[in-house]
């Protein structure tokens, strides 16, 4: 089994950050790929922002220069950091990984976790 958890969403005014955390465990042998998404009034999920293994970025054009998201291989952990947050920033934020699991020689299996809520006030 592997997991996704989720932290540091929150209520926060407009023009404050927050810093989301996601924690993978479990059966892991490697993580590849590493992202951030979004659900936010219209019920599509939208890519923020993701990482490669190797660092390599890519963001959502409406947040580059606000967001940046960054790992930790060794925690397993994939950060976002937001600042000047906008009231249309509020959705529901999504961590996504594609993960190699202990005991599968080659493959990937793509995860997703419960999402955690980020609601910015004008």
């Known amino acids: 089994q592997v997991h996704l958890v989720e932290s540091g969403g929150g209520l926060v005014q407009s023009g404050g950050s927050l810093r989301l955390s996601c924690a993978a465990s479990?059966?892991?042998?490697?993580?590849?790929?590493m992202a951030w998404y979004r659900q936010g009034s219209g019920n599509q999920r939208d890519l923020v922002a993701s990482?490669?293994?190797?660092?390599?970025?890519r963001y959502n054009d409406y947040v580059k220069g606000r967001f940046t998201i960054s790992r930790d291989n060794a925690k397993n952990i994939v950060y976002l950091q937001m600042n000047g947050l906008k009231p249309e920033d509020t959705a529901v934020y999504y961590c996504?990984?594609?993960?190699?699991?202990?005991?599968?020689?080659?493959?990937?299996?793509?995860?997703w976790g419960q999402g955690t809520q980020v609601t910015v006030s004008s």
């Open positions: 996504n990984a594609d993960v190699r699991r202990l005991g599968v020689v080659d493959g990937q299996y793509n995860y």
């Open positions: 479990g059966a892991i042998s490697y993580i590849f790929d």
């Open positions: 990482i490669t293994d190797g660092g390599r970025t």
